[in-house]
């Protein structure tokens, strides 16, 4: 059985706040727990916020904004994005310097640390993960993976779902090619994105609108290590772009 | 708290098994679980399998396998394909008739039944995870969910994660537009792919090669109902796409 545990209890986190310090004191870790961070308060506490009246609009950020969004949030889109991949309206889909490809290019004013403010994403959130990683262990003793995780809308599908843009003591990928079935054939769905699912499980015990950012995933027997950036997939392998 | 509960000792499953009743059997439901059911099991419980040998490959069929893949299997990916989406050597990404994109046209040849067969998708999976439902309750008396999930490779990331193609008594998408955040801005990524989330956190307690394809979610605060097909997008508003 595997549990998706709710950390309750977090103050509101601030620039500069020992994000790691404050789960470890908030819940009761185990070896070989997972603890599933909401990018939003990574962003937080590493100062990834900025003013949006700090932002001078350029021309392309005026014209793509129109009438419908502030042309200094867009700005920031842009300078987020290491490209964009779709624009309508003032709706921008946009590559990240990660690699990610998702809505804003990750930039969000909801959730911010005041009005007027906006949230980015972590510069590197493979080392915001290991850096949470290896603080929670010298706070409590305990080996824990970490996964960073942002809501995605994606392709073909209604609706955003969590994934893993940052991980540390977690494996990206469960390989099971070569793995035979029960009759002895290979197994066609052979390349699990697990990071991506636990994501995916600790958002059901979160709760959007209530403000939990952290949910331990405890009961995963898995071993293994790995980044985030290894989700990425190449343009030119992408079959299903 | 939520747990991912594997339900273990069911049989294989063949044409005609009340795959509801074994579910049943083994294991002990409560109100509000959600009972998260592989594709594989639904299919060959409604028989949704074929002979290979029993498939004539069309020319298009071979020449898409060439010397790669039986033509047989990519003729039996044809004939499930509403629409080709993308073809590479006998690779094929296609819409089903459901309106899913997804490999092969979720034909597979791993866990069949035995050698030399291929399963398919249901014919409509939200119509059998209604009757899933609808027996579960016969049988045991109390109210659950039920997911009917396969693992779709996506666009823009590696590997494979487990997505609801058909539901029951569970709400697809959670809406959130319109609901605040701590300041009183909008959230951003207010429509939630709850289906997909709770596919996705069950494949985590399945053990893809141990062969357990019924995972008990428990512990989701969720009302509501919906189908699968909610999940599906058109291309024009497919602005990910």
Known sequence: VIQLIPV???PEIREGDDLAGLIAAATDLEDRDVVVVAQKVVSKSEGRVIRIDSLEPSEKARELA?????PREVEA???EAKQIVRERG???IAQTRHGFICASAGVDHSNAPEPGMLVLLPDDPDASARRIRDRLQAATGVDVGVV???SFGRPFRQGTTDVAIGIAGVTPIIDLRGTKDRIGYELRSSRVAIADEIAAAA???RGKADGVPVVVVRGLQLAGDGTAQELVIEPELDLFR
Do not use: K, N, S
């Not at 129109?66 to 502030?70: I, V």
């Open 66 to 70: 129109g009438d419908e969004r502030d």
């Open 8 to 10: 309750r209890g977090l």
């Open 148 to 150: 960073v995780t942002d």
């Open 90 to 92: 003032p709706l921008v």
């Open 77 to 79: 889109v842009l300078r």
């Open 203 to 205: 958002d059901l015990a």
